[in-house]
Nanobody, 121 residues
């Protein structure tokens, strides 16, 4: 069974920084894309950033230039460095990954349970 566990959320002042981490564990044969979504109160979940297993990154326009996604393939980790945070970045941040549990199963999308980021003075 595959699990994704996020950490690093918390309360930060506008203009501050946070680094989110996500660890994938369990039965993992290979990991393709990894990334982050977020869901603000009363809003739908939205895509934030994605990184491929070769390191290609993509960002939502709202975070480009402020957030940086990275991964450690050896440790099955993905990170989100968030700088210049704004109150509108307040949301629950969810890690996701496209994982093949075994060589014989198609890749599936897995989700973490989320970590709350609050940007407020």
């Amino acid at each position: 069974q595959v699990q994704l566990v996020e950490s690093g959320g918390g309360l930060v002042q506008p203009g501050g920084s946070l680094r989110l981490s996500c660890a994938a564990s369990g039965s993992i044969f290979s990991i393709k894309d990894m990334g982050w979504y977020r869901q603000a109160p009363g809003k739908e979940r939205e895509w934030v950033a994605t990184i491929t297993n070769s390191g290609t990154t993509n960002y939502a326009p709202s975070v480009k230039g402020r957030f940086t996604i990275s991964r450690d393939n050896a440790e099955n980790m993905v990170y989100l460095q968030m700088n210049s945070l704004k109150p509108e970045d307040t949301a629950v941040y969810y890690c996701h990954a496209v994982i093949s549990p075994t060589p014989y199963r198609n890749a599936m999308i897995y989700w973490g349970k989320g970590t709350l980021v609050t940007v407020s003075s």
